[in-house]
């Protein structure tokens, strides 16, 4: 049978399963392809991504959307930068997310900067659809302390024609400077800005120009002038790339229920007082996760949590990272087995549930060799012991794969690869690397991790040591994501 006589939905299918950039080409084999191509907008033209190097082209895509909503990435030379906005602009009506990206090879001068933060004064015309405005330009030409404002952007006050219902999340990666009004932006709750510098003043008209803010990530190098007044916005999660003192307090962290900074002085008195009075009695959750790099308390009781990054760059303030009040209140501790490896732990009162999180799948990924590398389950005899009376429930799991967050690297949670093991040695690892009151752990738990045994006694040493032994499929969440 001729490939022009499959039926229009199969064809409509191959299509969508080529890349973006491949779909233009079976449009122009034949009239047939052409019509199929065009018949089907919301399954081939409604996510699109442009390098915009030709003049026109992008009015040609969005015109084969054919009005159903666009996901739209846009990344224009800079000599193309006026006719892509004016073809962003010609199709608001029916765009539900709009990005535009110009880097270093898009701005040739340092002088051409000013006229890139111009590209938002173009979108006066309303976008019922919008939801989602990124607007990124990078600029590295300088690393000197900026004049205030001298390269923000704008955001006029009739931006959308003071339409977009929809609007609710805005990311900036550039210096912005917002107008006391803007119906456009009144609907807004998460803002994302990273930039060179910040003016105090936009920090403070925050308040008014985005009244119903809930998340705000702000990440600077420099922070011109001094916050007069603390904030009045009501946030649920605020996260601080760059530490400023001023700026925590300006925003009041101990009101806020979900916090990502650098670590500081006092951080987990804000934690205990965003809490509550009985905050520090109830912690029941505590991530260190990545190497060392990252650190997540949370709180079950109330449900609020404190991220903090660059863990490592820290280790010489560690009780400012950790101070004794975090270890005696913890009841609940997620852990890679390389954190393990390579510290050593206070003294855990009240610490009931451990899981430690196996992270390299090359050290025992093969059942044929099980002790063939120096994972934590394989060399305990040079660990500290961790110290935990109260323990009762040990889980042993893999980190799910589809959380992905930071800088992790894809091999360390690979589903294809085989993770195993041996009974011997974590019976081992339990007997000699955690300390604890009871003969026997309530619980021991394998989440996505088989176990292997080459004699009955290596299981009768691992049974021993629980009450109930459980293997299941599966992965452990991800307890270091900041999407809350």
């Known amino acids: 049978m001729s490939i022009a006589r499959l039926p229009a939905e199969l064809l409509a299918i191959i299509f969508a399963r080529l890349d973006y950039y491949d779909r233009i080409s079976p449009s122009h084999v034949c009239r047939i392809w052409r019509s199929i191509s065009l018949s089907f907008p919301s399954a081939l033209w409604s996510n699109i991504t442009s390098s915009c190097t030709v003049t026109g082209a992008l009015r040609e895509k969005l015109h084969r959307s054919q009005g159903v909503p666009v996901q739209l990435v846009v990344r224009p030379k800079f000599w193309l930068v006026e006719d892509t906005i004016w073809a962003v602009v010609e199709h608001l009506a029916h765009i539900e997310s709009l990005d535009i990206h110009l880097d270093d090879d898009s701005i040739p001068s340092e002088a051409d900067t000013a006229a890139a933060v111009s590209v938002v004064q173009a979108l006066r015309a309303p976008a019922p659809l919008l939801t989602t405005l990124r607007i990124n330009i990078d600029d590295n030409f300088s690393c000197e302390i900026p004049p205030p404002h001298s390269q923000s952007m704008y955001l006029p006050f009739d931006l959308f024609a003071g339409n977009a219902p929809?609007?609710?999340?805005?990311?900036?990666?550039?210096?912005?400077?917002?107008?006391?009004?803007?119906?456009?932006?009144?609907?807004?709750?998460?803002?994302?800005?990273?930039?060179?510098?910040?003016?105090?003043?936009?920090?403070?008209?925050?308040?008014?120009?985005?009244?119903?803010?809930?998340?705000?990530?702000?990440?600077?190098?420099?922070?011109?002038?001094?916050?007069?007044?603390?904030?009045?916005?009501?946030?649920?999660?605020?996260?601080l790339m760059t530490w400023d003192r001023l700026v925590v307090d300006h925003f009041g962290i101990p009101r806020i229920k979900h916090v990502?900074?650098?670590?500081?002085?006092?951080?987990?008195?804000?934690?205990?007082?965003?809490?509550?009075?009985?905050?520090?009695?109830?912690?029941?959750?505590?991530?260190?996760?990545?190497?060392?790099?990252?650190?997540?308390?949370?709180d079950d009781a109330t449900g609020n949590s404190f991220y903090l990054w660059h863990i490592g760059s820290f280790s010489f303030h560690r009780d400012v990272a950790y101070p004794p009040r975090l270890w005696d209140n913890l009841q609940s501790f997620v852990v890679n087995e390389t954190a393990i490896v390579k510290n050593e732990f206070p003294l855990l009162p009240q610490m009931q549930h451990l899981n430690v999180i196996v992270l390299d799948a090359l050290q025992y990924y093969d059942a044929r060799y099980p002790r063939s590398s120096t994972g934590v389950f394989v060399v305990t005899r040079d660990l500290d012991p961790i110290r935990c009376p109260a323990l009762r429930t040990l889980t042993?799991?893999?980190?799910?794969?589809?959380?992905?967050?930071?800088?992790?690297v894809d091999r360390l949670d690979d589903s294809r690869v085989y993770m195993a093991l041996a009974c011997e040695d974590v019976a081992n690892f339990i007997r000699t690397s955690l300390q604890f009151d009871t003969p026997r752990l309530q619980s021991l738990m394998f989440l996505g991790v088989d176990i292997i045994f080459d004699t009955e006694s290596c299981f009768v040493a691992l049974v021993e040591a629980a009450d109930v032994v459980q293997v299941r499929e599966g992965y452990y969440p991800n307890p270091i994501r900041t999407d809350v």
């Open 166 to 239: 929809r609007l609710r999340r805005l990311y900036i990666g550039v210096g912005f400077v917002v107008p006391s009004y803007c119906a456009a932006l009144r609907t807004l709750t998460h803002l994302d800005c990273t930039c060179k510098d910040v003016a105090s003043g936009v920090l403070e008209s925050l308040d008014q120009s985005f009244p119903n803010l809930q998340t705000l990530v702000l990440s600077y190098l420099y922070c011109h002038g001094v916050l007069l007044r603390p904030s009045r916005l009501q946030l649920e999660q605020f996260e």
């Open 396 to 408: 042993i799991a893999r980190l799910d794969p589809g959380a992905r967050v930071g800088h992790e």
């Open 260 to 298: 990502g900074t650098f670590p500081y002085d006092g951080w987990f008195d804000d934690f205990s007082a965003a809490c509550g009075d009985d905050g520090p009695g109830q912690l029941t959750g505590c991530a260190l996760c990545f190497d060392h790099l990252h650190f997540k308390v949370w």
